[in-house]
């Protein structure tokens, strides 16, 4: 039972222009919400999170959103950079849980 | 700088042998943890640790087992190993009920 999905598996954007990932989940019960990036050959590296009580949070050229109502979250990189080609994981941490569950990752490929 | 080290980036092992991944962590985490990477799964957690000498199931053990004897080091080892455990192995830590995640580069283990 896949309770964070990323239902993209790629996306691909021009460079300067707005890249969107999205993220849906299933448990209310989660308390943060956090995207990771990854290079190939690389473990995932932290990039944003957001409390579950909170809609929005931003970090220079990121933001991610939350929908608490729609169960949505979704991460926008304004403006994308070539830098910025990765995969992309969506996370959901609880509390009760004390463990992070990923969703597949959407691979972004950012063009010049 | 903090880190999580995992032994090998890659290895090539034989249908049936036993496989010990090893990842040592510098940052007095209490928790770590074993994720596989598979393309379109994303990260799955095979299994976790919240102090030593304990661990816990994650959502894909089998045909794993760990071992935590020191709060700095966990062990993740295959009993026999078989084709579809070749994999990204990503081993993380975290301080006591906090998702900040380390994770460390990954061992690409391939079975053959």
């Known amino acids: 039972d896949q309770q964070v999905k990323q239902n993209s598996p790629s996306l691909s954007v021009q460079e300067g222009r707005i890249s969107i990932l999205n993220c849906d989940y299933t448990?209310?019960?989660?308390?943060?919400f956090l995207w990771y990036k990854k290079y190939p050959a690389e473990g995932p590296t932290f990039l944003i999170s957001?409390?579950?009580?909170?809609d929005k949070n931003e970090d220079g050229r990121f933001t991610v959103f939350l929908n608490k109502s729609a169960k949505h979250l979704s991460l926008h990189i304004v403006p994308s950079q070539p830098g910025d080609s990765a995969v992309y994981f969506c996370?959901?941490?609880?509390?009760?849980?004390?463990?992070?569950?990923f969703g597949q990752g959407t691979i972004l490929t950012v063009h010049p | 700088d903090v880190k999580v080290t995992q032994s090998s980036r890659y290895l090539v092992k034989r249908t049936g042998e036993k496989v010990f991944l090893e990842c040592v962590q510098d940052?007095?985490?209490?928790?770590m943890f074993w994720y596989r990477q598979d393309p379109g799964l994303g990260l799955r957690l095979i299994y976790f640790?919240?102090?030593?000498?304990?661990?816990e199931k994650g959502d894909i053990p089998e045909g794993y087992s760990v071992s935590r004897e020191k709060k700095e080091r966990f062990s993740l080892i295959l009993e026999s190993a078989s084709t579809n455990q070749t994999s990204m192995y990503l081993c993380?830590?975290?301080?006591?009920?906090?998702?900040?995640?380390?994770f460390g580069s990954g061992t690409r283990l391939t079975v053959v």
């Open positions: 448990n209310s019960m989660f308390d943060y």
């Open positions: 957001i409390s579950s009580i909170k």
């Open positions: 993380a830590s975290s301080p006591q009920e906090n998702y900040g995640y380390t």
């Open positions: 640790s919240y102090d030593v000498k304990m661990k």
């Open positions: 996370a959901a941490y609880g509390t009760s849980y004390g463990k992070l569950t």
């Open positions: 940052m007095d985490h209490e928790n």
